[in-house]
């Protein structure tokens, strides 16, 4: 054991905690579903609004999917992206591909996320460990 240092490439954008939540409409109770803007049978919501973690795994360095980067680097800031390159094998960098680029959007999309093509570019990643 001891001190390890090791920075990624990652193509993405940049968020905190709270960015990575997702605001969604689920049923308010459990009798069928009818049009109405309340149920008929108990009076709850028909739908209810419910704020969810999005569930996205940490990436390592060769990560092929769509992965979150935590840096130790400027408070903790977070990444969600593709991993490019990490230092052990600098020789070899990716470029991001319009492929990334179309799954960062779609995933933005998705989860209705404060983000556009505007926020994407490549971060530094520093991840240390004692
Ligand atoms: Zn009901």
Redesign the pocket.
């Known amino acids: 054991m001891g001190y390890s240092a090791s920075a990624y490439l990652v193509y993405g954008f940049k968020c905190s905690k709270i960015d990575l939540q997702t605001v969604k409409q689920v049923r308010?109770?459990?009798?069928p579903q009818t049009g109405g803007k309340f149920?008929p049978?108990?009076g709850?919501p028909m739908f209810v609004e419910k704020t969810e973690t999005i569930d996205l795994d940490y990436g390592y360095e060769n990560e092929k999917n769509l992965a979150l980067y935590s840096s130790d680097y400027e408070s903790y800031e977070r990444v969600v992206g593709f991993v490019l390159g990490y230092t052990d094998s600098i020789s070899e960098v990716n470029m991001p591909t319009p492929e990334m680029k179309k799954a960062l959007l779609d995933f933005i999309q998705e989860h209705n996320l404060d983000y556009n093509e505007m926020h994407l570019a490549v971060k530094l990643i520093l991840h240390h460990s004692y």
């Open positions: 308010g109770c459990n009798h149920c049978e108990c709850k």
